[in-house]
Nanobody
Framework: QVQLVESGGGLVQAGGSLRLSCAAS????????MGWFRQAPGKEREFVAA????????YYADSVKGRFTISRDNAKSTVWLQMNSLKPEDTAVYYC?????????????????WGQGTQVTVSS
């Protein structure tokens, strides 16, 4: 089991940037894929980005492709989400999640551990 703690959320103007961090504890971090999801009020949780075990494979939702970058450092047990050119529609609670396997995955059911979430608010 991996325990996850997100940080880095906040209030930013449209066009601005934020960098989310997710610190993991547990021996399995380097052996599983990691992902970021988000949930806006009244909406279902949606996939944002995922990264494979080694960090060489990544996958993004179309809505964030070209603006967001996911990365990880297995030595630091940390995964990041760099968010640039933020839009008001990016406003949501962002969750870090640990996959059940080393491979990229995009469904919530493919992730077994979740953080508590961090709020991102983008003003227009």
């Amino acid at each position: 089991q991996v325990q996850l703690v997100e940080s880095g959320g906040g209030l930013v103007q449209a066009g601005g940037s934020l960098r989310l961090s997710c610190a993991a504890s547990g021996r399995t971090f380097s052996s599983v894929a990691m992902g970021w999801f988000r949930q806006a009020p009244g909406k279902e949780r949606e996939f944002v980005a995922a990264i494979g075990r080694s960090g060489t494979s990544t996958y993004y939702a179309d809505s964030v492709k070209g603006r967001f970058t996911i990365s990880r450092d297995n030595a630091k047990s940390t995964v990041w989400l760099q968010m640039n050119s933020l839009k008001p529609e990016d406003t949501a609670v962002y969750y870090c999640a640990a996959g059940r396997s080393p491979f990229l995955c995009v469904s919530t059911s493919d992730f077994g551990s979740w953080g508590q979430g961090t709020q991102v608010t983008v003003s227009s």
